[in-house]
T-cell receptor, first 113, second 112 residues
Framework: AQTVTQSQPEMSVQEAETVTLSCTYDTSESDYYLFWYKQPPSRQMILVIRQEAYKQQNATENRFSVNFQKAAKSFSLKISDSQLGDAAMYFCAPSSGTYKYIFGTGTRLKVLA | AAGVIQSPRHLIKEKRETATLKCYPIPRHDTVYWYQQGPGQDPQFLISFYEKMQSDKGSIPDRFSAQQFSDYHSELNMSSLELGDSALYFC???????????FGPGTRLTVT
């Protein structure tokens, strides 16, 4: 069974600074995807970034990038030039097999003005 | 662009009542997932459907049932409601073979 660990329940970052959220997972699958979702106070689940496990190149979406270490089963999210609108819960979620998501417990990100 | 539609957005029920949550996936998406997110919790997978057949099942209570209809919309039926069923229920959809899921806004169920 898949397990996902987000070891940082809460993180704070100064506006315009950079922050990294960590995620480790365990899976026996060889083919899978990894996702980071953001959940602001509205509770909407918003896709931030995706990574295909067979790709060695780390995914990047504007200010968001990942550090994917497949052997270590680590999938961290880096947010550059943090903005007040980045404040939210962030969930890491691998997907494989029947495609369902197994979410981590989340990291609450606070952005300080 | 069309998004996943969930109705109702808010629902208040009493203990032992029944509730039905509806989900309308993005057009041409044939897979639907249901998740339950309790207060302060991460979303938990309940059940999924592909082409109107159940494709996977998670920690869904026996009091809950779901199905996907010919137009691909899905309904989650919840009976004998308990206080612990109070949660945000998400529906997500995806096209065939895709790992990425698109989430609806959720239905907030409150059981009193």
């Amino acid at each position: 069974a898949q397990t996902v660990t987000q070891s940082q329940p809460e993180m704070s970052v100064q506006e315009a600074e950079t922050v990294t959220l960590s995620c480790t997972y365990d899976t026996s699958e060889s083919d899978y995807y990894l996702f980071w979702y953001k959940q602001p106070p509205s509770r909407q689940m918003i896709l931030v970034i995706r990574q295909e496990a067979y790709k060695q190149q780390n995914a990047t979406e504007n200010r968001f990038s990942v550090n994917f270490q497949k052997a270590a089963k680590s999938f961290s999210l880096k947010i550059s030039d943090s903005q007040l609108g980045d404040a939210a819960m962030y969930f890491c979620a691998p997907s494989s097999g029947t495609y369902k998501y197994i979410f981590g417990t989340g990291t609450r990100l606070k952005v300080l003005a | 662009a069309a998004g996943v539609i969930q109705s109702p957005r808010h629902l208040i029920k009493e203990k032992r009542e029944t509730a039905t949550l509806k989900c309308y996936p993005i057009p041409r998406h044939d897979t639907v997932y249901w998740y339950q997110q309790g207060p302060g919790q991460d979303p938990q997978f309940l059940i999924s459907f592909y082409e109107k057949m159940q494709s996977d099942k998670g920690s869904i209570p026996d009091r809950f049932s779901a199905q996907q209809f010919s137009d691909y919309h899905s309904e989650l039926n919840m009976s004998s409601l308990e206080l612990g069923d109070s949660a945000l229920y998400f529906c997500a959809s995806s096209p065939e073979g895709a790992y990425e899921q698109y989430f609806g806004p959720g239905t907030r169920l409150t059981v009193t």
